[in-house]
């Protein structure tokens, strides 16, 4: 059964980079049919999409983060990662990663991690 | 790219139903049939319940449905039971891969 863990500190400092790593188990990252995203969810908040990476190394980033935000997929680890630059108080959140299929499997994000906090504060 | 529109809050009583909103534009909502809907419990992370607006996930009880219609789409939970309450979510795929979520809605079993 696939399954999704994020990695990373829990902790980053002000204007510093915000790093964080999936792993994929129990399935493939290569698989045609799916895209590897990364969903955040400030405390008490909602959800908001950062971005979607295909095995291929192609990358869509929400237009409000986009600026900020890289996304890259390592094949061989089966891992995907984050980085979030000039990080501030407002990006401190639960970060997701997720699975969603293609177009045709449903464009829905089916498989998540279980998250991981990330506060930002000196 | 603005964040879908949600009631903050729904309720009902136990075997009752709820419906929850879900209001884009034609840009997401209106202009694809990508809309799905996630159920959220306190602490844990978000779960898929609806797909592609009226699609169930493989065990994914039936009394959760789906339905849109122009810019707005909805869930229904009918029958609700108690581990029904949690936070909802929409989202809605918005054209070149990529993605919107909507304010979320609490639901409370009275």
């Known amino acids: 059964q696939l399954q999704l863990q994020e990695s990373g500190p829990g902790l980053v400092k002000p204007s510093e980079t915000l790093s964080l790593t999936c792993t994929v188990s129990g399935g493939s990252i290569s698989s045609s049919s799916y895209y590897w995203g990364w969903i955040r969810q400030p405390p008490g908040k909602g959800l908001e999409w950062i971005g979607s990476?295909?095995?291929?190394?192609?990358?869509y980033y929400n237009p409000s983060l986009k600026s900020r935000v890289t996304i890259s997929v390592d094949t061989s680890k089966t891992q995907f990662s984050l980085n979030l630059s000039s990080v501030t108080a407002a990006d401190t959140a639960v970060y997701y990663c997720?699975?969603?299929?293609?177009?045709?499997?449903?464009?829905?994000?089916?498989?998540w991690g279980q998250g991981t906090m990330v506060s930002v504060s000196s | 790219q603005s964040a879908l529109t949600q009631p903050p809050s729904a309720s009902g009583s136990p075997g009752q139903s709820v419906t929850i909103s879900c209001t884009g534009t034609s840009s997401d909502v209106g202009g694809y049939d990508y809309v799905s809907w996630y159920q959220q419990h306190p602490g844990k992370a978000p779960k898929l319940m609806i797909y592609e607006v009226s699609k169930r996930p493989s065990g994914v009880p039936d009394r959760f449905s789906g339905s849109k219609s122009g810019n707005s789409a909805s869930l229904t939970v009918s029958g609700l039971q108690a581990e029904d309450e949690a936070d909802y979510y929409c989202s809605s795929y918005a054209g070149s891969n990529t993605f919107v979520f909507g304010t979320g809605t609490k639901v409370t079993v009275l």
């Open positions: 997720a699975r969603r299929g293609d177009g045709y499997n449903g464009r829905a994000f089916d498989i």
């Open positions: 990476i295909y095995y291929n190394g192609n990358t």
